[in-house]
């Protein structure tokens, strides 16, 4: 999972410590810090007249660097400062004391082709003053290039958003090391533009003492542990995945859940159907069998069948005591078990009803109303749906997936992964059916349910973005194909 992590503030620091006590100067990390952001100038765009903006710290001091390096390549640089440069301390000083350019207050009169923010780093504490605020909103309305380092300057690297009114929108930010939540979380990851990694001379060895429990969500964080098919390998080994029906008025949201169940690789897969809905579920499926069952007695007699291994149940089941009972009836059999919309809002009145019928090998999958419903005031009071994502997977003892546009994975251990992929045209009815159906695929095949969450959510996000706009639910477990055989082939 090497290259997955997100670092906190704090952790970033623990980081730069930890490799200066390896014997890493930390000038040399601030010198290839702002030799990183030159780079990323001169790689995207044409000579030009650039302003870099520089802070009162570190920040600042990789933006003297940045300046320094640019001149050197014949650019036409200069430094733009909100302190004197004679206040400056430590490392940012020495690399103003290397920078013989010019050097002058911040000023709007001096246009320039693109700027490099400098001002302030991931660690700000406290909303852009005033002055800055409109040096902010000034930036963002000019229309010109802006690069940031390491986040664009009033956004705070934890939590993902401002910490006040204003913040720099950037086109490009390069930070160092390793992404933080910041970069991944909305409105974060859109004020940040593209975001450019640039390793800066810290050892990777340092994440070992770090222990890191955060990550984004990207193959490198699951792809050891995907089940692929195998040789010699049959339908029987690769499981088989249950999908509950609603009645016969709402049985769609079911058939999605399965074709998606069976796309991402689950040997077999039924839709277990209550018999008012037999007719019309097997006039629409082909691969996907059809098992009939009446009420939580009848579920439960079909998964006294050991084979059936996985169930999602909620889709299109309808809200009330009928639903809680067969959810009762997964949660008591042997099967990995997703529970989504439905299901979840059931227990709206009675959340700890639900909670003390859980165990690890079941994935809750909620929108934030769904969320709010089972954890209420939890996401309002967290400081981000991290936080919110992490608590609720602690409290119910399982894996909670809190989709939006920045879904988070947790469990209940405090893993916890960011997804940031999924294209807006995503939000659309029944492609969260289908998110369901591809997590009890995966879980179907002997995946842990924290890597599974994780998978179908990248896979989901993937296949969306390679469709494009347009997109409907259905046409999410045919783009899959295409995702994983561009997987594969990466593998």
Same mark, same amino acid.
């Not at 320094?68 to 733009?80: A, C, I, Q, S």
């Not at 089941?317 to 078990?337: E, F, H």
């Given at each position: ?8 503030? *704090? ?13 890493? =100067? ?9 030799? !990183? ?13 650039? /302003? ?82 409109? $040096? ?25 958003? +401002? ?83 609603? =009645? ?33 579920? /097997? ?12 009420? !939580? ?12 291994? /996985? ?14 009972? $067969? ?18 809002? *059931? ?12 165990? *690890? ?21 967290? +400081?981000?749906?991290?936080?919110? /994502? ?29 997804? *940031?992929?999924?294209? =807006? ?67």
């Amino acid at each position: 999972m090497r290259g997955a992590e997100l670092l906190t503030v *704090s952790e970033m620091a623990e980081a730069d410590r930890l490799a200066v006590a390896a014997g890493v =100067p930390s000038l040399s990390l601030m010198e290839n810090a702002g030799r !990183a952001v030159a780079d990323l100038v001169e790689a995207h765009y044409a000579p030009a007249a650039v /302003a870099v903006l520089c802070g009162p710290g570190n920040n600042g001091g990789d933006g003297y660097v940045a300046a320094r390096h640019l001149k050197d390549r014949g650019w036409n640089v200069w430094v733009e400062s909100i302190v004197d440069p004679a206040t400056l301390k430590g490392d940012a000083s020495e690399a103003f004391k290397r920078w013989d350019g010019e050097t002058r207050v911040v000023t709007r009169a001096r246009k320039a082709d693109i700027v490099i923010d400098a001002i302030f780093g991931a660690g700000l504490s406290r909303p852009l003053d005033m002055n800055m605020g409109v $040096l902010a909103r000034t930036l963002n309305e000019s229309g010109m290039p802006v690069v940031s380092v390491d986040v664009p300057s009033g956004l705070h690297g934890d939590l993902g958003r +401002p910490l006040g009114e204003d913040c720099v929108r950037a086109h490009h930010t390069v930070t160092f090391f390793r992404r933080k939540p910041g970069h991944v979380l909305v409105p974060g990851r859109t004020l940040c533009g593209e975001v450019t990694v640039a390793q800066i001379g810290i050892p990777d060895s340092v994440l070992d003492t770090i222990s890191v429990r955060t990550f984004e969500n990207v193959p490198a964080l699951w792809r050891d542990a995907f089940p692929w098919p195998q040789f010699g390998a049959h339908k029987y080994s690769r499981g088989h995945a249950v999908v509950v029906s609603g =009645p016969m008025h709402a049985t769609g949201a079911a058939r999605l859940a399965a074709r998606g169940a069976l796309r991402a690789g689950a040997g077999l897969v039924s839709v277990a159907s209550p018999p008012g809905a037999v007719a019309v579920n /097997a006039a629409h499926l082909t691969a996907i069998m059809v098992k009939a069952f009446d009420g !939580a007695k009848g579920l439960s007699a079909l998964l006294s069948d050991k084979r059936f291994n /996985a169930i999602v149940l909620g889709p299109g089941a309808g809200v009330g005591n009928a639903t809680q009972d $067969l959810v009762a009836a997964a949660l008591a059999s042997s099967a990995a078990v997703v529970l989504d919309a439905d299901a979840l809002t *059931s227990f709206a009145d009675k959340p700890a009803g639900l909670f003390v019928q859980l165990r *690890s090998r079941c994935v809750l999958t909620p929108h934030a109303g769904e969320f709010e419903r089972l954890f209420p005031g939890v996401l309002a009071q967290g +400081p981000t749906r991290l936080d919110a /994502a992490r608590h609720a997977a602690q409290s119910a003892k399982c894996v909670i997936v809190l989709k939006g546009p920045d879904t988070v994975i947790a469990a209940s251990d405090g893993r916890a992964a960011i997804n *940031s992929n999924a294209p =807006p045209w995503l939000a659309s009815a029944g492609t969260g059916d289908v998110l369901a159906g591809m997590i009890v695929g995966l879980l179907a095949q002997g995946m842990d349910a924290f890597d599974a969450a994780c998978a179908a959510t990248w896979l989901h996000g993937e296949a969306a973005t390679r469709f494009g706009v347009g997109l409907i639910a259905e046409d999410l477990p045919e783009e899959l194909p295409h995702v994983l055989r561009s997987l594969h082939s990466r593998k």
